[in-house]
T-cell receptor, first 115, second 117 residues
Framework: AQTVTQSQPEMSVQEAETVTLSCTYD???????LFWYKQPPSRQMILVIR??????QNATENRFSVNFQKAAKSFSLKISDSQLGDTAMYFC????????????FGTGTSLTVIP | DAGVIQSPRHEVTEMGQEVTLRCKPI?????LFWYRQTMMRGLELLIY????????DSGMPEDRFSAKMPNASFSTLKIQPSEPRDSAVYFC???????????????FGPGTRLLVL
């Protein structure tokens, strides 16, 4: 079975600073996909960033970037220049490549950006 | 694109009543997912469909829950009879299809907040 672990239930960061959210996963697969989703107080689940395991280059989307360490099975999210609108729950998710498209979600990290 | 559409956005009902949640996936998406989110259990996959066919319903909690996808643009999740422990936010998500070429990315609807009294 696939498991996704987010070991930081809550985090806070000062506005304009940088914060890193951690995620580890357990799998025997060699090819898979990893995602970070953001859930603001509105409850809408919003895709932040996506990484394909066979790509060594870390994905980047504007102020959001990942540090993907395949051997360590680690997939952390870095948010640069934090903004008040970044306040949300952040979920890490894993998907196997070849056996359907079921996602496995972590328990989430609640991030608060402090003005 | 309108995104994934769910209705109703909020539902309050009494124990024992039937509840039907509705979802319209993004046009052209072939996979549809129903999730439930609670504080205690986090985000759980209940069932997913591919090309209107249920692929995995192992997450459906019990026989009181049923889901259908009669066509590519509509799905329902029904709870009958409802119980207070069913209170949660129910999300529908869709994706283009199987893995590869960003087709696997799931896009979520706004959710239905269900309260069973």
């Amino acid at each position: 079975a696939q498991t996704v672990t987010q070991s930081q239930p809550e985090m806070s960061v000062q506005e304009a600073e940088t914060v890193t959210l951690s995620c580890t996963y357990d799998t025997s697969e060699s090819n898979y996909y990893l995602f970070w989703y953001k859930q603001p107080p509105s409850r809408q689940m919003i895709l932040v960033i996506r990484q394909e395991a066979y790509k060594q280059q870390n994905a980047t989307e504007n102020r959001f970037s990942v540090n993907f360490q395949k051997a360590a099975k680690s997939f952390s999210l870095k948010i640069s220049d934090s903004q008040l609108g970044d306040t949300a729950m952040y979920f890490c998710a894993f998907m196997k490549s070849y056996t359907g498209n079921q996602f496995y979600f972590g328990t989430g990290t609640s991030l608060t950006v402090i003005p | 694109d309108a995104g994934v559409i769910q209705s109703p956005r909020h539902e309050v009902t009494e124990m024992g009543q039937e509840v039907t949640l509705r979802c319209k996936p993004i046009s052209g998406h072939n996979s549809l997912f129903w999730y439930r989110q609670t504080m205690m259990r986090g985000l759980e996959l209940l069932i997913y469909f591919n090309n209107n066919v249920p692929i995995d319903d192992s997450g459906m909690p019990e026989d009181r829950f049923s889901a259908k996808m009669p066509n590519a643009s509509f799905s329902t999740l029904k709870i009958q009879p409802s119980e207070p422990r069913d209170s949660a936010v129910y999300f529908c998500a869709s994706s283009k299809g199987l893995a590869g070429g960003n087709q696997e990315t799931q896009y979520f609807g706004p959710g239905t907040r269900l309260l069973v009294l």
